[in-house]
């Protein structure tokens, strides 16, 4: 019964606006259609965008693995006082609005950039380096942002693992390394696969980074539905791509809770 | 019932009005919000509401297609008069959603080019696509045009085309040799082979003013095509940039109104108002967007150092061309269209 309200909220709020997507997607001019659809298998345009937005996320999810691991691993190292400043450290960005950060990445990496402006200036290269306007520069602000999804629920699995059992692996005459190996880092792998999930889908959808830093050849699957909708005023190719790229999501939860299980990906367990 | 609701909205407003305005005719004009809209509200809409003592109510929208097409499908129609790209008011008319313009009612507008007008629309203020460049990176020699943009070779440097093939799509033609005067119908494909030679050393493909200012203003490209307008802005506040209208592409918005305007006859009025010359000639006092009335540059109201700023003025006009929104609301324009974002990722 006390569910009720919250339940109200997500039928009118999601489920059915959701459906009205799914709905719209097979309609055209007042009959059923699977035009829009059709286009993911005709269109090249739809293909490349969706190998691109997975290429990126791919991306994004491994450069965030191994830049949050270590600092996950340090934070549940030190004491409470020590890794509250670390987790706010990692945290502070994620306060500032996305636009804010895409426009700092901006100033750091364009072509009179302050990076660039330090290596010319310092003669390391000779002419600047593209590093924004394309791609990399899209990945890069993309893993800033999306950072914290990675450290947070690594370093929540990690807290947990008892230090007793690396201790008990290096008593048994293990080697540091082959303790974390064989002892440690199959024990973090659960908040792993939860923050690499989280990270990959958000991912997914981002659409204010690589429309600002992407240089316009940087085309994300949202600003292809955004494109279908300010310029070819398409209403059923937006809501189709939207359908699949929501499919796409619903089969990767499905595939990773076949690993492990759902409820500890959100962290209810 | 829905007549009902306006005779209450306006006897609503009758009742508010009555104690300052002399009548209660009133209408409700759209335009694209921003600081454009502020400076139309001081040039044009408080004149014209004075001079026809009418209540002008403002909306804005950056897109007024989709809103248009919803208040005409819904049968609910609240705006009397957009501001909107001519192709918006032609593809409007020809779908029914945009009433046909009765000229013998526009006196104002008899002056005007032929081919600033279509039976639905009537050109209100003009802005243009120019090529700009940094003056520090060129000289005394910059990239006067398009082939110039093209030839990598003699003006070696960044640059940076709008994501979009309106005007994109011209500037490739006139760079590949062909004459202004023969551009329409458009040849795509010629259009598009000449723009995979010079994709290589685009160095962003920007797709709001926003940012195509922001490019000039920090030295990230050498040279670009943007709005007339925004280049102004980066010049004025010091950024070392230099432009001309020579082969700049002349675009304009228009005036034009819904079908099944609540108020048809007061629409009409306030659209011949807002292109009275003398009105008009406001424009250039506000914003760097040009007059739709050449007739305003005849009054006397404008310094003829603003007018060699203004795109449409006719010295200026003569060095430019006029895109065709008639080809572009065509089937093969909306075909070019969508061969861009093929085009862009590939």
Redesign the interface.
């Known amino acids: 019964m006390l569910l009720a309200p919250a339940l109200l909220v997500v039928v009118v709020l999601l489920v059915l606006p959701l459906l009205w997507l799914a709905w719209q997607s097979v309609r055209q001019d007042g009959g059923f259609t699977l035009a829009h659809y059709e286009r993911f298998l005709t269109?090249?345009?739809y293909w490349?965008?969706f190998l691109?937005t997975f290429r990126i996320a791919a991306i994004v999810t491994a450069m965030t693995v191994l830049l949050g691991y270590p600092v996950a691993y340090v934070a549940a190292g030190l004491s409470q006082r020590w890794s509250i400043v670390v987790l706010t450290m990692v945290l502070l960005p994620f306060w500032t609005s996305v636009l804010v950060r895409a426009y700092a990445w901006?100033i750091l990496l364009?072509?009179?950039g302050i990076i660039n402006s330090a290596l010319t200036g310092s003669g390391l290269i000779d002419a600047p380096l593209?590093l924004v306007?394309n791609e990399f520069g899209t990945v890069m602000a993309t893993i800033h942002i999306l950072l914290p999804f990675m450290v947070l629920p690594l370093y929540a699995t990690m807290k947990k693992i008892p230090g007793e059992l690396t201790m008990a692996g290096a008593s048994l005459g293990g080697s540091p390394l082959h303790v974390f190996l064989r002892v440690f880092l199959p024990l973090s792998l659960p908040g792993m696969i939860a923050g690499m999930v989280l990270v990959f889908v958000l991912t997914l959808g981002f659409y204010i980074t690589p429309?600002?830093l992407g240089?316009?050849?940087t085309?994300m699957v949202s600003m292809?539905v955004s494109?279908n909708?300010?310029?070819?005023?398409e209403w059923g190719a937006a809501s189709s791509i939207s359908v699949v790229l929501m499919v796409c999501v619903f089969l990767i939860f499905r595939l990773v809770s076949l690993l492990i299980p759902f409820e500890r990906i959100m962290g209810t367990r | 019932m829905n007549y009902r609701l306006s005779m209450i909205v306006l006897s609503a407003s009758a009742t508010i009005f009555t104690a300052g305005m002399a009548s209660a005719e009133q209408i409700t004009f759209v335009s694209q919000g921003g600081a454009y809209q502020e400076a139309q509200t001081k040039a044009i809409l408080d004149p014209v509401a004075e001079l026809l003592g009418i209540t002008v109510n403002q909306d804005s929208s950056p897109d007024a297609w989709p809103v248009l097409k919803t208040q005409t499908a819904s049968g609910k129609v609240i705006w009397d008069v957009i501001d909107t790209p001519p192709k918006d008011c032609i593809r409007g008319g020809e779908q029914g959603m945009i009433e046909k313009l009765d000229f013998s009612k526009i006196p104002n507008a008899e002056k005007m080019p032929a081919e600033y007008k279509s039976p639905y629309s009537v050109a209100y203020e003009f802005y243009s696509s120019v090529l700009a460049y940094n003056k520090e990176k060129f000289g005394d020699n910059p990239p006067k045009t398009w082939a110039d943009f093209w030839d990598v070779k003699k003006f070696p440097g960044t640059r940076a085309l709008r994501n979009h093939p309106l005007a994109t799509l011209e500037a490739a033609l006139l760079a590949d040799g062909v004459p202004a005067d023969k551009l329409y119908p458009l040849d795509v494909d010629r259009a598009f082979k000449k723009l995979e030679e010079i994709k290589p050393h685009v160095a962003v493909w920007w797709t709001s003013g926003a940012q195509s200012a922001q490019l000039l203003a920090d030295g990230e490209v050498d040279m670009e095509m943007a709005w007339n307008g925004r280049v102004a802005a980066v010049v004025k506040e010091g950024a070392p940039i230099g432009y001309s209208f020579n082969q700049g592409f002349l675009q304009y918005t228009s005036l034009c109104i819904l079908k099944g305007a609540p108020n048809l006859e007061t629409a009409v009025k306030f659209v011949n108002a807002a292109l009275t010359p003398e009105i008009q000639a406001n424009f250039p006092t506000y914003i760097d967007y040009g007059p739709g009335n050449p007739e305003a540059y005849k009054t006397g109201k404008i310094s003829p150092e603003r007018a060699a700023e203004m795109p449409s003025s006719p010295e200026n006009a003569e060095l430019q061309v006029l895109v065709s929104d008639e080809w572009w609301s065509s089937p093969a324009g909306e075909e070019a269209q969508k061969r861009w974002a093929t085009f862009i990722q590939q």
């Open positions: 269109d090249p345009v490349m965008t691109q901006l364009q072509r009179n593209k306007n429309e600002l240089g316009g050849r085309y292809l494109r909708i300010e310029v070819y005023n």
